[in-house]
């Protein structure tokens, strides 16, 4: 195994101009320790970070479910393994939570519906965009695809600079595997 050309950045080597940054969010896992080898966009990505993690019109349940189809359709074994922990912390059955990776029923299916059309036809047919405006608001349909959209970069992220799960979550995933 190579080390990654862009690891995440240590405490002791933490970027002055995003100092104020590091005991948030931005210090708290390796996607953001990695995006801090770019301070203007680290600082830059703050506040869409805030409106699609903490003020996303799909609510936190169906925000998590998106972003585990997302995790699935681009092999981001980071976002995959820390959205299960989070989506667990949620109440979110293993078994909803596998369905996202498969064929899910309902609403959930829907939803992986939804992600899969951004990533394989990147919109949503209007039949579909319809029939999630209907069930969960044209608001939470923007949401979604910014939510895609957001975890999509954050893929390409870790994916290019090959960022090791947070040990944390690793462990959790040892212990109890999905």
Avoid at 2 to 14: A, G, L, R, V
Avoid at 57 to 70: M, P, Q, T, Y
Wanted: net charge negative; glycine share 8%; with cysteine.
């Amino acid at each position: 195994m190579t080390k990654p050309s862009c690891s995440p950045i240590s405490d002791e080597n933490w970027p002055a101009d995003i100092a104020d940054m590091k005991t948030g969010f931005a210090g708290a896992l390796n996607v953001y320790r990695t995006m801090a080898h770019h301070p203007a966009l680290l600082r830059a990505w703050a506040p869409l970070r805030q409106h699609i993690v903490k003020d996303s019109a799909l609510g936190a349940v169906r925000s998590e479910l998106v972003i585990l189809r997302a995790a699935h359709r681009m092999g981001s074994a980071y976002e995959w393994a820390h959205h299960v922990s989070r989506a667990r912390a949620l109440g979110i059955s293993d078994t909803r939570i596998r369905s996202m990776a498969g064929t899910p029923d309902g609403e959930d299916g829907l939803i992986a519906e939804a992600v899969d059309a951004l990533f394989s036809g990147a919109c949503l047919p209007s039949h579909l965009e319809q029939a999630l405006a209907a069930t969960m608001g044209r608001q939470a349909v923007f949401d979604l695809m910014a939510t895609v959209g957001f975890y999509s970069v954050l893929g390409f992220i870790l994916m290019t600079f090959d960022t090791p799960v947070d040990q944390g979550v690793a462990d959790e995933m040892a212990e109890h595997p999905i």
